[in-house]
């Protein structure tokens, strides 16, 4: 069949398309094509080839060079260093710089060169001879561009990127760094520690100080660095040999600026802050500590303790010094630091690596200051007050007793009876017998104990140390009692002639019977007042056997004294 004008033009068209799609095809499917009088035998080729040598790449890679016979005259395995090049500038032999073109890192092809484009009818000294044909077994390690970039790809990304990196940033990443072809030559994991660097301040090679840029913490991302970005012709130490791409697989772990301050969010304030922590405070708080990626490194939940400590006063690192200040109690809020306010490049023991940023959520339990007196709230009071309680005084009360978050620790309704003490005598924590006093029978309020007037540091069964208190009280009972060293006090002023008074039958002796007599008749016309608490008839005794100066069973008038008159007396004496 003929074909003439636009028919032949369509034909001519068709060919071609058909013959550079069967090219292509050669080139994917590993066919073994002709180029020139080159002979190539691509012998294995890598499953993935994202790219292929083209005229005017630079290529690094290892041969063996032999004869038709199979004898080999040279080889770059045994000099130790793969040979490297430029393709398409009469840099390599010709037949090489044909037989090259298209190859993959990691292929491996033998490339037959006769000798017009080998060393021709010259040869090369006495190592080739003239008109030699000459067989090239090539594998290629690496080949770039001038034209080059550094290529990123993100492998993985957190939901959360709230910051990425920056040139003057400090960043500690994990990596695993190949050449083009796979070879390992360094990672951060063998190490067991991160790589620790600032940004774009020559720490790096230029490829990395580029290729990191951009990345949030917990993303993963391939760094392929053209060699003249990496190490270039030097190379480095034996694992990176001159002129070598770079493939890093990079985690960021980390990531700060040197000015950067504390950073406060997250944060859940009570609806009722009385005041707001300052410099000076004690407080105990609650903490879970973790690194920027997450991970937790300490907590005080585990212990079941929380971290008590003074703020703003260099207790603490002093980031946490800074961001424990203005909370109020109950709060909790995240507090971020970097590494200059925290453990800075020395990091802490084997758990905190240099240069870390720390991250913490922290639950403000309590914190009071060694000044804090007790606090009293009234919730209710009586109209009719006409006895309040005061030192020496005996009281019935009810109580329930928790630390300021909430959590219960006692109650007076657990047990059968009210709780009862003597005011003054040592009985209770003194805070709340400072929060006891004053009160009225029916009253009820609320008291805040600060530590040095609760259990103080060490604490009490099930009072942790450094604990404020809250107490809600209700005052049952009240008998007024009498001062320290007394058994009984005269309300209104004792009678003129005491001893007459006390002498019922007038025979000069008062037994205890009459004696005994006397003070209940006292105390039920509300003329005098016993020491509350104390069994009546034993007051009695005790008072009798003190007035009862010879131990002959009465009192008489030379005996009977009053103790305030005993006191005066004593003190005489001392004086």
């Known amino acids: 069949m003929a074909f003439g004008g636009s028919d032949s033009f369509l034909f001519i068209m068709f060919a071609s398309s058909l013959l550079l799609l069967l090219l292509k095809a050669c080139?994917?499917?590993?066919?073994?094509?002709?180029?020139?009088?080159?002979?190539?035998?691509?012998?294995?080729?890598?499953?993935?080839?994202?790219?292929?040598?083209?005229?005017?790449?630079?290529?690094?890679?290892?041969?063996?060079?032999?004869?038709?016979?199979?004898?080999?005259?040279?080889?770059?395995?045994?000099?130790?260093?793969?040979?490297?090049?430029?393709?398409?500038?009469?840099?390599?032999?010709?037949?090489?710089?044909?037989?090259?073109?298209?190859?993959?890192?990691?292929?491996?092809?033998?490339?037959?060169?006769?000798?017009?484009?080998?060393?021709?009818?010259?040869?090369?000294?006495?190592?080739?001879?003239p008109d030699s044909t000459l067989v090239?077994?090539?594998?290629?390690?690496?080949?770039?561009?001038?034209?080059?970039?550094?290529?990123?790809?993100?492998?993985?990304?957190?939901?959360?990127?709230?910051?990425?990196?920056?040139?003057?940033?400090?960043?500690?990443?994990?990596?695993?760094?190949?050449?083009?072809?796979?070879?390992?030559?360094?990672?951060?994991?063998?190490?067991?520690?991160?790589?620790?660097?600032?940004?774009?301040?020559?720490?790096?090679?230029?490829?990395?100080?580029?290729?990191?840029?951009?990345?949030?913490?917990?993303?993963?991302?391939?760094?392929?660095?053209?060699?003249?970005?990496?190490?270039?012709?030097?190379?480095?130490?034996?694992?990176?040999?001159?002129?070598?791409t770079l493939v890093f697989n990079v985690l960021l772990a980390d990531l700060h600026n040197p000015k950067d301050d504390i950073t406060v969010e997250n944060q859940v304030v009570p609806e009722v802050c009385a005041r707001k922590s300052v410099a000076g405070d004690y407080m105990r708080y609650h903490y879970n500590g973790t690194f920027l990626n997450g991970v937790t490194f300490d907590t005080s939940y585990q212990r079941n303790n929380t971290y008590n400590t003074y703020i703003g006063m260099g207790y603490v690192i002093s980031g946490m010094d800074k961001g424990l200040q203005?909370?109020?109690?109950?709060?909790?809020?995240?507090?971020?630091?970097?590494?200059?306010?925290?453990?800075?490049?020395?990091?802490?023991?084997?758990?905190?690596?240099?240069?870390?940023?720390?991250?913490?959520?922290?639950?403000?339990?309590?914190f009071h200051n060694p000044k804090d007196s007790v606090e009293v709230h009234v919730t209710h009071k009586p109209e009719v007050c006409n006895l309040t309680s005061d030192v020496d005084d005996l009281i019935h009360y009810h109580y329930n007793c928790s630390l300021l978050d909430g959590t219960r620790l006692f109650s007076s309704s657990d047990y059968d009876n009210l709780q009862d003490t003597v005011l003054g005598a040592d009985k209770v924590i003194d805070g709340l017998d400072e929060g006891l006093r004053g009160m009225c029978v029916g009253e009820r309020r609320t008291v805040i104990i600060p530590p040095h007037l609760g259990h103080g540091e060490k604490g009490a069964t099930g009072v942790p140390g450094s604990a404020v208190l809250h107490f809600e009280l209700e005052l049952m009972d009240l008998q007024k009692g009498v001062p320290e060293g007394y058994l009984f006090v005269w309300v209104e002023d004792a009678p003129l002639e005491l001893f007459q008074a006390m002498d019922i039958n007038q025979n000069g002796e008062v037994p205890i019977e009459e004696f005994g007599e006397f003070i209940m008749l006292q105390v039920a016309e509300g003329k005098g007042r016993m020491k509350p608490g104390v069994d009546p008839e034993e007051i009695i005794a005790d008072m009798f056997r003190n007035q009862d100066r010879n131990k002959d069973g009465v009192i008489v008038a030379e005996e009977l004294k009053l103790k305030v008159e005993e006191d005066k007396e004593r003190m005489h004496e001392e004086l």
Request: glycine share 12%; proline share 6%.
């Open 326 to 366: 203005g909370v109020c109690i109950g709060e909790r809020r995240r507090v971020t630091l970097p590494p200059h306010m925290a453990y800075g490049e020395q990091g802490a023991g084997k758990d905190i690596p240099g240069s870390a940023v720390l991250v913490f959520d922290i639950h403000v339990i309590d």
């Open 27 to 129: 080139t994917y499917i590993g066919c073994n094509p002709t180029i020139g009088d080159v002979v190539v035998d691509r012998y294995s080729i890598p499953i993935l080839c994202p790219r292929e040598v083209k005229s005017g790449d630079y290529v690094r890679y290892h041969y063996n060079v032999t004869f038709q016979d199979g004898k080999t005259f040279d080889s770059s395995y045994e000099r130790g260093a793969a040979s490297v090049g430029q393709t398409g500038q009469g840099r390599l032999i010709a037949g090489i710089d044909k037989g090259i073109l298209g190859m993959c890192v990691n292929e491996k092809r033998k490339v037959t060169v006769p000798p017009h484009l080998a060393y021709g009818s010259l040869g090369a000294g006495d190592v080739v001879p």
């Open 136 to 244: 090239f077994d090539l594998m290629l390690l690496d080949m770039w561009n001038k034209a080059d970039l550094v290529v990123t790809e993100t492998v993985s990304s957190p939901r959360d990127c709230k910051r990425s990196v920056k040139r003057t940033d400090f960043v500690r990443y994990h990596f695993n760094g190949t050449l083009l072809d796979g070879t390992p030559f360094d990672s951060s994991y063998n190490k067991g520690q991160t790589h620790d660097s600032l940004v774009g301040e020559g720490w790096l090679i230029k490829g990395m100080d580029e290729g990191i840029l951009g990345m949030c913490v917990g993303e993963t991302r391939n760094i392929i660095i053209p060699p003249f970005l990496a190490y270039g012709e030097k190379g480095s130490g034996k694992e990176i040999p001159s002129q070598a």
